[in-house]
């Protein structure tokens, strides 16, 4: 499955973005579909991810409830809901797909978008 994540740009701190990733195959609706980030010089951190053919949707627990994962099945598309941004959200975020397994740790993604950049200014 092929995935193109778009939705970032620039934003000022306490601003909302939402980011859309699209899924090449109609198939994804079974996949577990993921969100993480990386900003420059620290490792990629695990956002959100979701299965909805189970009911299963995890967070990262630093989020403190501001983002958010949801889906479109019929454009094949996945969002992550971003609120209250603040200056230390500023990364590259990645949208990512595995088949089974909700997991926070990004080797164990098989699929990867190209990334968006979020920057947020204080």
């Known amino acids: 499955v092929q995935l193109q994540a778009s939705g970032g740009g620039l934003v000022q701190a306490g601003g909302s973005l939402r980011l859309s990733c699209v899924a090449s195959?109609?198939?994804?609706?079974?996949?577990?579909m993921g969100w993480f980030r990386q900003a420059p010089g620290k490792e990629r951190e695990f956002l959100a991810a979701?299965?909805?053919?189970?009911?299963?949707?995890r967070y990262a627990d630093s989020l403190k409830g501001r983002f958010a994962i949801s889906r479109d099945n019929a454009k094949n598309t996945v969002y992550l809901q971003m609120d209250d941004l603040k200056p230390e959200d500023t990364a590259i975020y990645y949208c990512?797909?595995?088949?089974?397994?909700?997991?926070?740790?990004?080797?164990?993604?098989?699929?990867w978008g190209q990334g968006t950049e979020v920057t947020v200014s204080s």
């Open positions: 990512a797909a595995r088949k089974v397994g909700i997991t926070t740790n990004s080797d164990d993604y098989d699929y």
């Open positions: 195959e109609r198939t994804f609706v079974n996949y577990v």
């Open positions: 979701a299965r909805w053919s189970v009911g299963g949707t």
